[in-house]
């Protein structure tokens, strides 16, 4: 039995290896990835490399073995996950692995980014393995990728009004999906499960840029947007238009609630509080 990470050399799968080495021998963890090359400094390590491509269902033939216990990280290519995740999910039953564990996204979302992660939901309910959906809340490192950017132009600009968010971190995220694929003795204790992980605290953007303020010492402001001047502030930042779409119609799932949830899940599979956003803050600005 082996613990599968697929994507493990994004943000997240990265952070989830690194907790699974903490865990468990490396000979007993393996990554699914794209380019080995990447994951060279695994390997060195004793991490086993499967190199497979979601989008080349062939190469997916030996990805996983029997009594595997796999994390099914989400596609980037928004708009072509179905048919990819649906590879992963056929060999993953091929092999007949032990659980696959999913990163979704919130059961309450409506906006156009979780209708491929409920499709894919679909899929694996299907197929008949058993599964643990992680359904993943908005991670904090969202807003503050360029957080010093963002206290150098004093202003927080969005389209979410008063909507609240209950982010959490990339690693708290990554503790979770540890926590489920290493579980208790075999593991079925995690079997046909559903996570709602969020943050403890939701907050507001008005929130995030007192924040910023705050840790900075530098005025930080927010300003409301209608949908299309965001759109447009997005789209003259640098983003394509289709991702700049969809970060707003993000925005206005935001303004209806759909990320403001704390059902706790995520605190209690990680056995500690979730880092707050004046923490992640801190840490942002420090650089």
Known sequence: MMYVVTGATGQLGRLVVEGLLARVPASEVAVAVRSAGKAADLAARGVTVREVDYGRPESLAGAFEAGDRVLLISGSEVGRRIPQHTAVVDAARAAGVALLAYTSAPGAATFRLADEHRATEAVIRE??????????????ENYLGDAAGTVARGIVIGSAGEGRIASAPRRDYADAAVAVLVGAGDGSGHADTVYELSGDVAWSLPELAAELANASGRPVGHRDVTPA??????VG???PEGFAEVLVDVDAGIARGELAGTPGDLARLIGRPTVPLAESVRVALKG
């Open 237 to 239: 930042a640098g983003l």
């Open 127 to 140: 197929s008949g393995l058993p599964y643990s959906f992680l359904r993943n809340g908005w991670y904090t």
């Open 229 to 234: 001047e965001h759109r447009e502030v997005l």
